[in-house]
């Protein structure tokens, strides 16, 4: 079995993933649910997967360093290409043994309009200095979303950008502006190192893959505050959530300061999940907070239980809850009511 053939494979059926491991034949997840490989494959013969078929994987796709770093800590993450197609792939053990999941990477750079955001957050991309946190589940569609974003400002601005991924996955060509794309590991050893000296670069625009730990995160609204526009993802669950996880991340007597700077930082929090489309693929479902002298205040004092009736009653703004979008969807057509549920606080919005 060879795997960039499988790589290829998962491409040609249009997967998002494609999970490895020990003693089961190869997964794919297409539309958000998953397949064995047998059940959509004609005359599909694959067998369980053995160790020494991970471990020929992995032989053939990390170099000699990756492999020695993979060893030594039992986790890896990188970008990997066939014949022009991206993947970000994991390596990890479990039970003793090797599994590998891969995403696989559209190639093509997705727009804003394409995604289904909506003009508010296309307004925002012109901003100077702010800070935008795209967040949601594993899986959610954050790092096409970053992408887009980057690609608008990259066609329509000029710019120096710079971006911080674990792994890269597009891979942007400067247009208007120019861009520098530096990856952990290879570029830079944390995401907190390479924050610490990105004003060296000379950045009006910089991008962090993720925000981890919480000198990533203190540094990322540092830089915001001194008047650069930073974009970050994070793994919450609504924007009320995401701004208390930030503050929660500090020790209590930071968390006066980090709420200060917050409110005034803060530009947006797009919160999304991605759902089965009923014409086929997904679509994204998001919740956009909007920072304004209300929200401000309610991270100043605290409130966050009080974002979501601020967010449902700025809707003139372009703010929008995640229940009222799940309607909306609903209502046109796009998914079906028990895919909405399945995500809604207050199920009385479909009827409305």
Do not use: W
């Not at 096409?144 to 710079?162: G, P, S």
């Amino acid at each position: 079995m060879d795997i960039n053939n499988l790589l290829k494979l998962a491409t040609s059926k249009k997967a998002s993933d494609i999970h490895l491991s020990f003693g089961q034949a190869p997964v794919f997840r297409i539309d958000g649910e998953l397949f064995d490989i047998n059940k959509i494959v004609l005359d599909g013969n694959f067998h369980p997967l053995t160790a020494i078929d991970l471990e020929s994987f992995m032989e053939a796709m990390l170099t000699r360093d990756q492999k020695v770093r993979f060893l030594d800590r039992r986790d890896l993450d990188l970008g990997y290409q066939v014949e022009g197609f991206r993947y970000r792939v994991n390596f990890a053990y479990a039970k003793g043994n090797i599994q590998i999941v891969a995403r696989i990477i559209d190639e093509s750079l997705p727009s804003l309009q394409e995604i289904g955001m909506p003009e508010v957050v296309e307004d925002l991309m012109s901003l100077s200095q702010g800070f935008i946190l795209v967040t949601g589940p594993t899986g959610c569609g954050k790092s096409t979303t970053l992408a887009a974003m980057i690609n608008h400002i990259n066609t329509h601005r000029r710019t120096n950008i710079v971006t911080l991924e674990d792994p890269m996955e597009f891979v942007f060509k400067p247009d208007k502006s120019i861009i520098s794309q530096r990856q952990l590991g290879s570029d830079m050893i944390t995401f907190a190192s390479g924050l610490k000296h990105v004003l060296r670069q000379d950045p009006n625009v910089i991008m962090v893959g993720e925000m981890r730990d919480l000198e990533t995160i203190s540094t990322a609204v540092t830089l915001a505050e001194t008047g650069h526009l930073v974009l970050a993802t994070l793994h919450t669950y609504s924007a009320a959530q995401t701004i208390d996880r930030i503050i929660d991340i500090f020790p209590p007597y930071q968390q006066g300061q980090i709420k200060s700077q917050l409110s005034s930082v803060l530009t947006a929090v797009i919160s999304q999940r991605l759902l089965p489309r009923i014409k086929g693929g997904r679509v994204a479902a998001r919740e956009i907070l909007l920072n304004n002298e209300a929200v401000a205040n309610l991270i100043r004092e605290g409130k966050m239980a009080q974002i979501k009736s601020t967010i449902e009653t700025n809707s003139n703004i372009g703010m929008v809850t995640l229940d009222r979008h799940l309607s909306q969807l609903y209502q046109a057509g796009e998914i079906t009511r028990d895919s909405a549920v399945s995500q809604m606080e207050d199920t009385r919005l479909l009827d409305e």
